[in-house]
Nanobody, 125 residues
Framework: QVQLVVSGGGLVQAGGSLRLSCAAS????????MGWFRQAPGKEREFVAA????????YYADSVKGRFTISRDNAKNTMSLQMNNLKSEDTAVYYC??????????????????WGQGSQVTVSS
């Protein structure tokens, strides 16, 4: 069973950049499609981005497309989310996620078996 630890995040002004990292242990990292979700206060957890086992496939929520980039390094058991041109509406707790199979664009929080702890991202306007 994979364990996930998130690092990065913090406070940034609108238009700035932040990078989140997710380190995996306890499982065959390269076999897991990985993703990022976020949850703002009073809202449901929503999908942000996903990446296939070998990074050949990526998928983004429309709200972050062109601003966020997901990547992974299977040799280091890590996944990252580079967030550029941040907006106040990006403020949320960000979670990394792992699942056993790639279902293309079908990424729902209820279907995710493995979660990292959240990391707060706050964008001030």
């Amino acid at each position: 069973q994979v364990q996930l630890v998130v690092s990065g995040g913090g406070l940034v002004q609108a238009g700035g950049s932040l990078r989140l990292s997710c380190a995996a242990s306890g499982g065959a990292f390269s076999t897991y499609p990985m993703g990022w979700f976020r949850q703002a206060p009073g809202k449901e957890r929503e999908f942000v981005a996903a990446i296939g086992r070998t990074a050949g496939n990526t998928y983004y929520a429309d709200s972050v497309k062109g601003r966020f980039t997901i990547s992974r390094d299977n040799a280091k058991n890590t996944m990252s989310l580079q967030m550029n041109n941040l907006k106040s509406e990006d403020t949320a707790v960000y979670y990394c996620a792992a699942r056993r199979f790639w279902y293309g664009s079908n990424w729902l929080a209820v279907d995710i078996p493995y979660w990292g702890q959240g990391s707060q991202v706050t964008v001030s306007s």
